[in-house]
C-alpha cells in the first residue's frame, strides 16, 4: 500500500497560507521592499561597512559640528591660506647706514590676504655676522607691508671685536587685517648697517613667518 502523501493544489495551497501566517510582511518585503521601507534599526551594529557606502555619500551637512578633529584629517587636505615667506640671504653686506635702508630680496609667496574675522602676526628672524672698525657694528633688518614700514625689526646688540661674529635677533608686530580684511598684503624687507662695520659684515639670512591669529 502506497501511504506517501500526494502534493495537491490544496496541499501547496495550504503550505503557502501557513508561511504567510508565521512570517507576516517579512516574507513579502523580501521580495517587494518599497522606498524607505529599511530604517535605521534594522541594521545589526557595525554591520554598515566602507564598501556599502557610495561615494561621496558622506556629505558636509551628515557630519555633527565640531567633531572632525586634526587626526582626522590628512596633512594637505586643508589648504593653509597664509603661506610661508621666507627671505634669501642675498642682502649682502650691511655697511650702508642709509635711513631707507637697502631692500633685501625676499623668495616664496609674499603676499598673503588676511580672512574675515582673522588677524595676521609677522615673525622674523635675522642672522648676521659682524666685525668693527673699533666701535659697535649693530645693524638691523626690518620688515614692510604695503611698503610702510612695520614694528617688526631685528636689531642686533652688536660688536666692538674686528674678528667677525655670528648673531642672531629676532622680532614680530600684529596684527594685520582686523580693519580691512580681505586687502592683500605684500611683505618687503630692508638691511640697515653701520658705519662702524668692518668689511665683511652682513645679513647672512632672513627668516620670515606669517602666523593666522583668530
Request: charged share 15%; aromatic share 4%.
Amino acid at each position: 500500500m502506497n501511504l506517501r502523501p500526494k502534493l495537491t493544489f490544496a496541499n501547496l495551497a495550504a503550505t503557502v497560507a501557513l508561511l504567510l501566517a508565521v512570517g507576516g510582511s517579512s516574507v513579502y518585503a523580501a521580495g517587494q521592499l518599497s522606498r524607505n521601507d529599511v530604517h535605521s534599526g534594522n541594521f545589526a551594529p557595525g554591520a554598515v561597512k566602507n564598501p556599502d557606502l557610495a561615494k561621496n555619500a558622506i556629505t558636509s551637512p551628515k557630519i555633527r559640528d565640531g567633531t572632525i578633529s586634526d587626526a582626522d584629517v590628512r596633512a594637505g587636505v586643508i589648504r593653509n591660506e597664509v603661506a610661508d615667506v621666507t627671505g634669501s640671504a642675498t642682502g649682502g653686506p650691511v655697511l650702508n647706514p642709509s635711513v631707507t635702508g637697502t631692500p633685501v630680496p625676499l623668495s616664496g609667496t609674499t603676499t598673503f590676504t588676511p580672512q574675515p574675522g582673522q588677524a595676521a602676526a609677522l615673525v622674523l628672524e635675522a642672522q648676521f655676522t659682524l666685525a668693527s672698525t673699533g666701535a659697535n657694528c649693530s645693524p638691523a633688518v626690518g620688515l614692510l607691508v604695503n611698503g610702510q614700514p612695520t614694528r617688526a625689526a631685528a636689531e642686533t646688540f652688536g660688536t666692538t671685536s674686528p674678528t667677525p661674529v655670528t648673531e642672531l635677533s629676532r622680532n614680530a608686530d600684529a596684527a594685520f587685517g582686523l580693519i580691512n580684511p580681505g586687502t592683500p598684503l605684500t611683505i618687503s624687507a630692508e638691511a640697515f648697517g653701520d658705519i662702524d662695520c668692518a668689511p665683511g659684515s652682513k645679513l647672512d639670512k632672513l627668516e620670515v613667518r606669517i602666523l593666522q591669529v583668530h
